[in-house]
Every structure is written in structure tokens, then in C-alpha cells.
């Protein structure tokens, strides 16, 4: 999970890099083109982290199609991870129960 919550850090902030960080995305209304890379990847990882457990979207919510289609992609594979988990505790707590009955 935590390796994920990096890749969808480093995708949140290299979409918008790539796109000479045009006006409306994330890190210019943060005015943080200029940051160290540590502010700059924290502030990225916090963000993927609020999408793929669909807590938010920070101060500013989406509004260039690149970090709308970047937080769409956030939520789901946070959805999928949580059912993964959800599933694989299921799993889990019915072996645990299925000896009990034998």
C-alpha cells in the first residue's frame, strides 16, 4: 500500500511537471513550483494518500482535466486496495471459523 501511496505521489506532482505546470493544477495554486523537492513530494504523497482513502482532496479540489483524471485514478485504486483488504480479512476471520466447525 505504501508503495503505491509513493508511485501516485510521484504521478501527482511529474503529471503536472510535464505540463510546465499550467495555471490551474495543484502546485501552482500551492505556489510550490519553486519548493524543495521535499515539500514538493510531501505534499504530493499527502495528496495521493487523502485521494486512495477518499478522504479529500486538499485545499483546492480538482480542476484541470490532468488532475481530475489524476484523482479519479487515486480514488480507484484506493477503492481496490481497500476491497483487497476487506477481502483478504474475510478470508482470514472464515479459515479461522471453518476449524472451529470441524
Known amino acids: ?3 503505491l501511496c509513493h508511485w501516485d505521489g510521484c504521478l501527482q506532482f511529474l503529471v503536472p511537471m510535464l505540463q510546465d505546470f499550467p495555471p490551474d493544477c495543484w ?7 519553486n519548493d524543495t523537492w521535499g515539500q514538493q513530494y510531501s505534499y504530493a504523497l499527502f495528496k495521493a494518500m487523502s485521494h486512495m482513502l ?3 482532496y ?3 479540489p480538482p480542476i484541470g482535466m490532468g488532475d481530475v483524471w489524476l484523482t479519479i485514478l487515486s480514488m480507484i485504486v484506493g477503492a481496490t486496495c481497500f476491497a483487497m483488504f476487506v477481502g483478504h480479512a474475510t478470508a482470514l476471520i472464515q479459515s479461522l471459523d471453518s476449524s472451529r466447525r470441524q
Open 1 to 3: 500500500m505504501l508503495l
Open 27 to 33: 502546485v501552482t495554486r500551492n505556489k510550490m513550483v
Open 54 to 56: 477518499c478522504i479529500g
Open 58 to 60: 486538499g485545499l483546492y
